[in-house]
């Protein structure tokens, strides 16, 4: 029995086949076009080429993989959050789809909140509105294109536009509801009271799934464009932070995940629907019934790194340094980089400041430092971002006993031993992290029913490689320097150019 | 031919150079002068290799003239300031290495000193309404204390009357003359801490609070006249000019009158405004001192610096590593018609005048995904032209104050980065003044020369120099007020959060 993880991601599709034992067998990625971006904050995507790319993926798998389509015992899909898919009542695509990171719908989070009261809506969704949430770019349609508002039949995210063309079917999981702020994050199902006070009707809304139900199977359509069988069973899966969560074995309540990559993640898996009061952190459903998680955001993680590679270590010669380079040179300075600190807000900050406009800056500077600090100093201010979710989640009383760590950040030693230095507590490796497609196949196992459940399948199949201990001493410099990094936030944010 | 000598011994080289009548430089010599840094903050220099490496530079700028020492009409000498040496008056041999301005071993000293009062007053206060200056280790009171306590007998040798004390212009007119002319001029006499500057005297209770034997010091004399007369090196040559370098640099830019200001882009900046003939305090702290003294007149100046100017081109270079060269940077900063936001607050050793905050520390703020190379080459350019505006406006703010109204019209310029157009017309923008380049950055030498050629007689008076004075190149401003005033509030919100 072999199951298939599909992730729709923002810069391609990828597919991945994993047996019974939680092996992969095959993985295939195929890019996207890169998303448009017509004004600045703009960011679109052609549904189309998501469909296109997915079945590129799946096809190349099953070549590669000694096996038949008959042996996929069932499909689980990931992707990208938060993306406003519009079809008409025929399923046609009425516009390109407006994606996570399209920030044009400010004024429409302003309107909620004025018309609702941001409490009322953090009451009604366990998060206040944000412009990368699905509702505010559906309501800069109705503001900005009423035509296509008025066609409007059904509202679908990223990777359930590609369950729509494997299946037909309209369906959504809890998990990657909750980030279209139309879900009552509480009672999982849709929330009325928001849909009728933004005057999008519930019709429109998909219906709703644990993330390892079957919800569809695959069409003879799909069947005949993507080499699997038709009548293959489809699971609900979940948005890739929660497949991601699943493929790293982040569930039970105190399980903790640090993942940077081009941002920064610091989940934790809660079993009840813990909710911050002042929205600095995201509430969703999990892709477990009866947990939920919490998840703080620092916007350039990686993106602090391939900044200063890129402008920085690239220097007069334009050669940026490789990513091993920069962890070699910043292994040259101190823990603490002696006094340099680098305030990652390239791109404005989520958590815990949801503040656009802040910009980064390095603070600290004198005659004697050279890149060495300079390149430390980036991969701690990253970290000590990411701890201020550790700080909101002691605030808010979420436990935290294991720490993973994923992304670019968790794949050399020095960020590693950074990273657990500035938490403070150990973090583990994981032997092999596959992303949120992996996470999905296990989705689709369990729907399948080789696992009786979620947690059993992560436990038979996720391993840890290495235990990182936090160094005592480093945990001392960098207990004060997180005092300073505190600081430099409020002192940025009064600084506007 | 009418031939001048100046010597400028400087911190880093001794040069010799010849200037002609018409205020033209034919030949220039050049001969380094190692620095010795025996431990952490402290920095020494040889004094036997700084007299030997200047008679080195005079040796070759006359070999390559092709001139005899006789064809030498007069002489000026320009120097590193604050400088200490101390040597045996019977011997000619220095008890101790040169403690150069820049040495830091005597900051605690200075800062406990500071506190303690005086006859019933502050020192801190009494000494700055005395000198003009600071309790600070810069200055050349606290090096010869520190000499006295530290090296064996130096005391007793000193109140026996055995000691003498020089600042590095003093050390040369001893060696040039075998010892019998003991002397420095009042620019440089009011930068030792021990000079006061309303009477022009060696101030007794100075002396007291340092305890420093009024014997070790030397007859102090105007900048420009028949001051002494050589035996080594150039038989029987006329010193007629003698300036700390920055007055030096003032008088070469020809500021003679009040409101007439200089600036020197070195590593750091030297800003210099002259006054007149009265001086004047600041309540910035900025350093009032004497510009020279010509027949009996006296003229003052204030005095601003700031710790790094083209150090913060070096940073990008070697500390950031966005440059391969320095003067890559003009190329770069042009490539972009703003900064986007970024600004450089390069308080990379803390912050001098006006801010005088040692815990300040440099910061890099505004930076987005879009900020590049060029835009952080730009940045750095805009903090040096911002540091120098908060020094001019410190100045204009002090000076109004007494005087009712001395505003800086024009702003002229030397120094290495002074070349730099682009540079000097961002500091036209944000000062709303012109930016004038003089016909030779030499602005030192140029500045003793010509005062030792106005002693000799070479020259009448001072209108005839500022007829030969040429300047190059104007960059006028081509900003609006409103400009330049967002341009400074977005620049003291950025120095605030770069303090401690």
């Not at chain 1, 794949?411 to 938490?423: F, K, M, N, S």
């Not at chain 2, 030498?72 to 320009?78: A, L, N, S, V, Y």
């Amino acid at each position: 029995m072999l199951f298939l993880g599909i992730d729709v991601g923002t810069g391609g599709s990828r597919a991945v086949l994993i047996d019974e034992t939680g092996k992969v067998v095959a993985s295939h990625a195929t890019e996207h076009v890169p998303f448009q971006s017509k004004f600045p904050g703009w960011a679109e995507q052609d549904p189309e080429d998501w469909w296109r790319a997915s079945q590129e993926s799946i096809r190349t798998v099953l070549s590669a993989a000694d096996c038949l389509p008959a042996d996929i015992a069932a499909v689980g899909l990931t992707g990208q959050m938060h993306g406003a898919v519009l079809l008409d009542a025929d399923g046609q695509v009425l516009r390109p789809s407006l994606i996570w990171c399209d920030t044009r719908s400010g004024p429409e989070c302003d309107w909620l909140h004025a018309t609702l009261g941001r409490e009322h809506v953090i009451e009604l969704t366990c998060n206040p509105a944000l412009p990368n949430f699905t509702l505010t770019k559906i309501l800069w349609v109705r503001e900005h294109e009423p035509e296509i508002f008025a066609r409007i039949a059904h509202i679908l995210c990223p990777k359930d536009y590609v369950r729509f063309r494997l299946s037909g079917v309209h369906a959504m999981d809890v998990q990657e509801a909750s980030g279209t702020l139309l879900l009552d994050v509480t009672h999982r199902r849709w929330s009325i009271p928001m849909a009728e006070a933004t005057g999008v009707p519930i019709k429109w809304l998909p219906q709703l799934f644990e993330s390892a139900e079957v919800c569809a199977k695959v069409s003879k359509s799909a069947a005949a464009a993507t080499g699997l069988v038709a009548g293959t069973p489809i699971v609900a899966g979940a948005g890739d932070q929660g497949a991601g969560a699943v493929g790293m074995g982040i569930l039970k309540p105190g399980s903790v995940s640090a993942t940077i990559g081009t941002s920064g993640v610091v989940f934790a898996a809660t079993d009840a629907p813990i909710r911050d009061p002042l929205g600095r952190l995201h509430t969703f459903c999990h892709a477990v019934p009866g947990r939920w998680h919490v998840m703080g955001v620092t916007q350039a993680a990686g993106l602090s790194l391939r900044w200063f590679r890129d402008v920085i270590s690239a220097g007069a010669q334009n050669q940026p340094a490789t990513y091993e380079q920069l962890m070699t040179l910043a292994a040259e300075a101190p823990a603490g980089s002696d006094g340099v600190f680098w305030a990652p807000y390239l791109f404005g900050e989520r958590t815990p400041h949801l503040d656009p406009d802040v910009r980064a800056a390095f603070i600290g500077l004198t005659a004697s430092h050279r890149q060495p600090h300079l390149t430390r100093a980036v991969l701690e201010g990253v970290a000590y971002s990411l701890r201020d979710t550790f700080t909101l989640f002691a605030e808010l009383g979420i436990p935290v006993r294991g720490v993973r760590l994923g992304g670019g950040g968790a794949r050399g030693p020095l960020w590693r031993q950074i990273q657990a230095d500035i938490y403070g507590r150990p973090v583990q490796l994981l032997v092999a992290e596959e992303g949120g497609a992996y996470g999905a196949a296990l989705l689709a196992g369990v729907g399948a029913g080789a696992w009786p459940d979620v947690d059993t399948a992560c436990e038979s199949s996720i391993c840890v490689a290495e235990t990182i201990r936090p160094d005592p001493t480093a945990v001392d410099v960098y207990d004060r320097g997180y005092q300073t990094y505190r600081k430099l936030y409020p002192a940025l944010a009064s600084l506007r150019a | 031919m009418t031939v001048i000598l100046g010597l400028d011994q400087g911190t880093s080289s001794s040069r010799a150079v010849l200037m002609r009548a018409d205020g033209t430089l034919s030949h220039i010599a050049q001969r380094e002068l190692p620095q010795i840094y025996p431990q952490p903050g402290w920095v020494e220099q040889d004094p036997e290799a700084i007299w030997s490496s200047q008679a080195a530079a005079v040796r070759a700028v006359l070999g390559d003239a092709g001139l005899d020492p006789s064809a030498i009409h007069c002489i000026g000498i320009t120097n590193q300031r604050e400088t200490t040496v101390v040597w045996e008056r019977a011997t000619g041999r220095p008890i101790a290495n040169a403690i150069v301005w820049q040495d830091r071993r005597t900051a605690d000293d200075c800062a406990q000193l500071a506190t303690t009062e005086h006859n019933g007053c502050n020192v801190e206060s009494l000494v700055s309404e005395k000198t003009g200056l600071v309790v600070d280790a810069y200055f050349s009171a606290s090096k010869i204390r520190w000499i006295l306590q530290h090296i064996p007998g130096a005391r007793s040798q000193a109140q026996a009357g055995q000691l003498a004390f020089g600042t590095v212009d003093t050390w040369l007119i001893w060696k040039l003359t075998a010892g019998r002319r003991h002397i420095t001029d009042v620019s440089n006499a009011s930068r030792t801490l021990l000079f006061n500057i309303h009477t022009l005297t060696w101030d007794n209770e100075l002396l007291e609070i340092f305890e420093i034997p009024r014997s070790m010091l030397p007859e102090v004399v105007d900048s420009s006249g028949n001051l002494a007369v050589t035996t080594e090196l150039l038989p029987n040559g006329n010193i007629t000019g003698i300036a700390g370098d920055q007055q030096a640099a003032l008088f070469g830019q020809m500021c003679l009158r009040p409101g007439m200001a200089k600036n020197t882009y070195g590593t750091g900046c030297f800003l210099m405004l002259q006054t007149g003939t009265t001086p004047i305090r600041s309540p910035h702290r900025l350093l009032t001192t004497v510009a020279w003294r010509i027949a009996s007149q006296t003229n003052y100046a204030l005095e601003g610096s700031i710790f790094v100017a083209g150090a913060a081109i070096q940073w990008l270079r070697d500390g950031l590593g966005i440059l391969n060269s320095a003067p890559e940077v003009e190329a770069l900063a042009a490539s972009v018609p703003d900064s986007a936001g970024v600004v450089f607050v390069p308080a990379l050793t803390g912050l001098g005048a006006p801010h005088w905050d040692p815990h300040a520390r440099g910061a890099i703020f505004g930076l987005t995904r879009g900020a590049t190379r060029a835009h952080l080459a730009r940045a750095a350019l805009e903090g040096i032209t911002l540091q120098v505006a908060d020094i001019v406006r410190a100045m204009e703010a002090n000076s109004d104050n007494a005087t009712g109204g001395l505003r800086v019209h024009e702003l002229r310029v030397d120094g290495g980065a002074s070349t730099n157009d682009l540079l000097m017309q961002m500091q036209a923008d944000v000062l709303g003044i012109p930016i004038v380049r003089s016909q030779t950055s030499e602005a030192t030498v140029l500045g003793v020369c010509y005062l030792a050629g106005l002693g000799a007689g070479i020259w009448s008076n001072t209108e005839e120099l500022e007829r030969q004075w040429c300047e190059s190149r104007r960059f006028d401003p081509q900003s609006t007020s409103e400009e330049r005033s967002r341009k400074l509030a977005e620049w003291h919100q950025a120095i605030q959060r770069a303090r401690g």
